[in-house]
């Protein structure tokens, strides 16, 4: 498993990238992301992308990772407990600090164009 600290102010996406790709990361599963944001951006279910602004708590982050791409679901709370959640897009800013842990997957995954959703899709190579 492979964890690690973001500091503030870096944008959690583009992190998460620059990390799979510094441990050259074939195929990694997010388990999860403790910490917060200055702010978000997300793209919802209806594909609308939303930008909420903090600060806000990671209250459960989890995805795939792979040189790819990020396939990450966020859901963040403001200062009054709402939660709202999405797929992560860049612009998600750390506030003090987020804590991501990644377990290793021992194959490779790659994104392939799905006809049927119109979006690349995990396909799992062993």
């Known amino acids: 498993m492979l964890v690690f600290r973001i500091t503030p102010g870096k944008d959690l996406k ?3 990238g620059s990390i799979q790709k510094k441990n050259n990361l074939e195929a990694g599963i997010i388990i999860g992301a403790v910490g ?3 702010k978000a951006a997300l793209r919802l279910a209806d594909e609308e992308i939303i930008d909420i602004e903090g600060p806000l ?5 989890n995805g795939t990772v792979s040189p790819e ?6 859901a963040v709370a403001d200062k009054t407990g709402k939660m709202t ?5 860049e612009g998600s800013l750390v506030n003090t600090t987020v804590e991501l842990s ?5 194959g490779t995954f790659k994104r392939i164009m799905d006809p049927e959703t119109g979006f690349k899709e995990l396909v799992i190579l062993n």
């Open 14 to 16: 583009n992190e998460i």
């Open 36 to 38: 917060s944001l200055q």
């Open 57 to 61: 708590e990671i209250i459960c982050a």
């Open 69 to 74: 791409g990020i396939h990450l679901h966020l």
């Open 85 to 89: 959640g999405g797929h992560l897009k």
């Open 102 to 106: 990644i377990l290793e997957y021992e």
